[in-house]
């Protein structure tokens, strides 16, 4: 089965695409299944899982953003909240019986990823399950490359996604695993399972920027109306 393993709902701050109509992309790009990864939250992946189709498979998923960089932690149940170090958000995950993903570990170009020494603590740990060794924003195969040479190294599996937040993103980037059904299979499963799909454009970071920018400003409207109707209601009293 492909499976996209990174992807952004409109729970998260820098999204706007429905839950529901990212299943419906995902399923009509070929995709057999996908994993949600909100930032800092489990909303997207627990509503994913009410609302997909049968026979289409929805990982809950979140992408905590640590003291030193994003971890993503697969089969979740609770949310683990954001500023954590990256020690105990990767032993949260595990507690959950959940998969320790490092996602994007090698992107110059973003603030967000796991710092190389936090990375290397948790690896050597054995507090990682798997490296995102394509993520189809990245700018350039090159950053991907350097997960792979990495994921190598400490003889960890490799993973894909898409890292979409935007129409145009959707199963750009998919893993093909063997069928599973609890989190210990996959993980079984994964060392066999190929990697496919490709970079997407570059103008999709500026689609997110301008998400980003109109949540805000959607917030800020809503904030003033509320303003001005609880300033007319204590006006009438």
């Given amino acids: 089965m492909k499976l996209d393993l990174h992807m952004h ?30 930032h800092n939250s489990l909303a997207g992946g627990l509503e994913g899982v009410r609302l997909a189709p049968p026979g289409f498979t929805v990982i809950v998923g979140e992408e905590v953003k640590s003291s030193e960089g994003e971890i993503i932690g697969l089969f979740l149940s609770e949310e683990i909240p954001g500023g954590l170090t990256p020690e105990e958000t990767a032993g949260r995950i595990r507690a959950q019986g959940g998969v320790v993903i490092v996602p994007h570990p090698f992107d110059p170009l973003r603030r967000s990823p ?3 020494p936090a ?5 050597v740990a054995g507090l990682v399950d798997a490296i995102e060794i394509l993520n189809a924003r990245m700018a350039l195969k090159s950053h991907n490359l350097r997960g792979a040479e990495f994921a190598a190294r400490m003889g960890l599996p490799g993973t894909a ?28 499963n994964l060392p066999t399972a190929t990697i496919g799909g490709n970079l997407s454009p570059f103008f999709v ?30 006006g009438r009293h």
């Fill in 9 to 38: 709902s409109h729970h998260s701050r820098d999204c706007t695409i429905p839950t529901a109509e990212v299943l419906r992309i995902c399923q009509r790009r070929g995709m057999g299944g996908i994993a949600i990864t909100d």
């Fill in 161 to 188: 996604g898409s890292d979409a937040h935007s129409r145009p993103e959707y199963a750009h980037a998919w893993l093909e695993i063997a069928p599973f059904t609890t989190p210990a299979e996959f993980l079984a």
């Fill in 205 to 234: 970071h500026l689609l997110s920027t301008v998400a980003k920018r109109r949540k805000k400003i959607d917030h800020w409207r809503t904030e003033r109306r509320t303003r001005i109707a609880a300033a007319r209601l204590n």
């Fill in 119 to 123: 990375l290397e603590r948790l690896a």
């Fill in 114 to 116: 796991l710092k190389r």
